[in-house]
């Protein structure tokens, strides 16, 4: 049991070595504009790329994660709070699934 | 007292906290599948709240359940942490950019360690230099919500009702949408990279030959190829830096 822990340990002293690398590391703000064009478009892409597909495979019916993810887009496009977005997704999955599972 | 933060620390770490709400609440339901997953590779309800704790990843922790479920050595455990977290690399880099330069080593390193894909997310979308306080305060309700649901996970494995757990579970991409659709509203090019994100993920997760590579490491491959493509055919002209 007691070896889950040095597992445990090795993960941990990995995944927050990794996080705070970056932002110990460059103290300086970056001039070349290639990088920070690249370091600016990473957020979104990389968010992109983790929302879809992924919000039509944790639901149980693949057209309520459709429905959430439409709803979702078009009420963050209209600026609604990340909780009001996160709210309305959920409550479109749960009612879809309602009728659709 | 430092004179860069724009608003007060206390009102920064509630504002972190309210923001955090809705991130605890669907991590609370990730996490607690992920429990189920735990008890699998027979952990204990403390040790998967530790493991939460300190790893705070869903995929790497996913990770460490395969690994000891498997009885896979240390060395092996280290690599498929490293890699399947590397994203984290690319968030913590893009953050360092948006730290006032007399931010302090212990603020970066707390700021650094509490990087998760939701509260990396809430962070970019504040607009301006990083407030640790903020990111405090979404740590504060977020992180305890991610270890409950873990050793919850454990203890009551699948009674929680799944259209439930599927209704939740949507929670974090909508916040992850909340944060990158209002860019995209402002600037085109935003707008263009999320639809070829989009698509591209779509064909990653589900074309056959990429099947053995995990969904972490597609999710790097395809940030880096992107974002190194928007970067050399849009530069950015003026990054933000208030």
């Given at each position: 049991?007691?070896?889950?822990?040095?597992?445990?340990?090795?993960?941990?002293?990995?995944?927050?070595?990794?996080?705070?690398?970056?932002?110990?590391?460059?103290r300086k703000p970056?001039?070349?504009?290639?990088?920070?064009?690249?370091?600016?478009?990473?957020?979104?892409?990389?968010?992109?790329?983790?929302?879809?597909?992924?919000?039509?495979?944790?639901?149980?019916?693949?057209?309520?994660?459709?429905?959430?993810?439409?709803?979702?887009?078009?009420?963050?496009?209209?600026?609604?709070?990340?909780?009001?977005?996160?709210?309305?997704?959920?409550?479109?999955?749960?009612?879809?699934?309602?009728?659709?599972? | 007292?430092?004179?860069?933060?724009?608003?007060?620390?206390?009102?920064?770490?509630?504002?972190?906290?309210?923001?955090?709400?809705?991130?605890?609440?669907?991590?609370?339901?990730?996490?607690?599948?992920?429990?189920?997953?735990?008890?699998?590779?027979?952990?204990?309800?403390?040790?998967?709240?530790?493991?939460?704790?300190?790893?705070?990843?869903?995929?790497?922790?996913?990770?460490?359940?395969?690994?000891?479920?498997?009885?896979?050595?240390?060395?092996?455990?280290?690599?498929?942490?490293?890699?399947?977290?590397?994203?984290?690399?690319?968030?913590?880099?893009?953050?360092?950019?948006?730290f006032d330069s007399n931010?302090?080593?212990?603020?970066?390193?707390?700021?650094?360690?509490?990087?998760?894909?939701?509260?990396?997310?809430?962070?970019?979308?504040?607009?301006?230099?990083?407030?640790?306080?903020?990111?405090?305060?979404?740590?504060?309700?977020?992180?305890?919500?991610?270890?409950?649901?873990?050793?919850?996970?454990?203890?009551?494995?699948?009674?929680?009702?799944?259209?439930?757990?599927?209704?939740?579970?949507?929670?974090?991409?909508?916040?992850?949408?909340?944060?990158?659709?209002?860019?995209?509203?402002?600037?085109?090019?935003?707008?263009?990279?999320?639809?070829?994100?989009?698509?591209?993920?779509?064909?990653?997760?589900?074309?056959?030959?990429?099947?053995?590579?995990?969904?972490?490491?597609?999710?790097?491959?395809?940030?880096?190829?992107?974002?190194?493509?928007?970067?050399?055919?849009?530069?950015?002209?003026?990054?933000?830096?208030?």
């Amino acid at each position: 049991m007691s070896k889950t822990y040095i597992y445990i340990l090795v993960a941990a002293v990995v995944s927050t070595f990794i996080r705070i690398l970056p932002v110990t590391l460059f103290r300086k703000p970056i001039k070349n504009t290639f990088v920070r064009s690249f370091l600016y478009y990473v957020p979104y892409v990389t968010l992109a790329v983790m929302t879809f597909p992924a919000i039509i495979q944790v639901t149980q019916n693949k057209i309520a994660g459709v429905f959430a993810l439409v709803v979702g887009i078009i009420a963050a496009w209209f600026n609604q709070s990340l909780f009001r977005v996160a709210a309305i997704c959920c409550a479109v999955v749960f009612i879809s699934e309602l009728v659709l599972v | 007292m430092k004179t860069y933060y724009s608003i007060s620390k206390r009102q920064a770490f509630v504002e972190g906290f309210k923001d955090g709400i809705p991130i605890g609440l669907g991590y609370f339901a990730v996490a607690f599948s992920l429990g189920i997953l735990a008890r699998n590779a027979h952990f204990t309800p403390l040790q998967g709240f530790i493991n939460s704790f300190l790893n705070r990843a869903s995929a790497g922790e996913y990770a460490v359940y395969t690994v000891v479920a498997a009885g896979a050595g240390f060395i092996e455990m280290a690599i498929m942490t490293l890699v399947v977290n590397a994203r984290y690399l690319l968030m913590s880099t893009a953050l360092c950019q948006k730290f006032d330069s007399n931010t302090s080593m212990i603020h970066r390193i707390l700021v650094g360690f509490g990087v998760t894909d939701e509260i990396f997310a809430i962070t970019i979308k504040r607009p301006g230099l990083i407030n640790p306080f903020y990111n405090y305060g979404a740590c504060a309700i977020a992180v305890p919500c991610w270890a409950m649901g873990t050793a919850c996970g454990i203890i009551a494995g699948d009674l929680m009702p799944s259209n439930v757990v599927s209704a939740v579970s949507v929670a974090l991409y909508g916040m992850f949408l909340a944060c990158i659709i209002p860019e995209a509203r402002k600037n085109r090019v935003v707008a263009i990279l999320i639809i070829i994100s989009f698509v591209l993920s779509f064909i990653a997760a589900n074309a056959s030959f990429l099947t053995n590579i995990s969904s972490g490491t597609k999710t790097i491959i395809l940030t880096v190829v992107i974002s190194v493509f928007a970067a050399i055919t849009f530069p950015h002209p003026e990054v933000e830096n208030e």
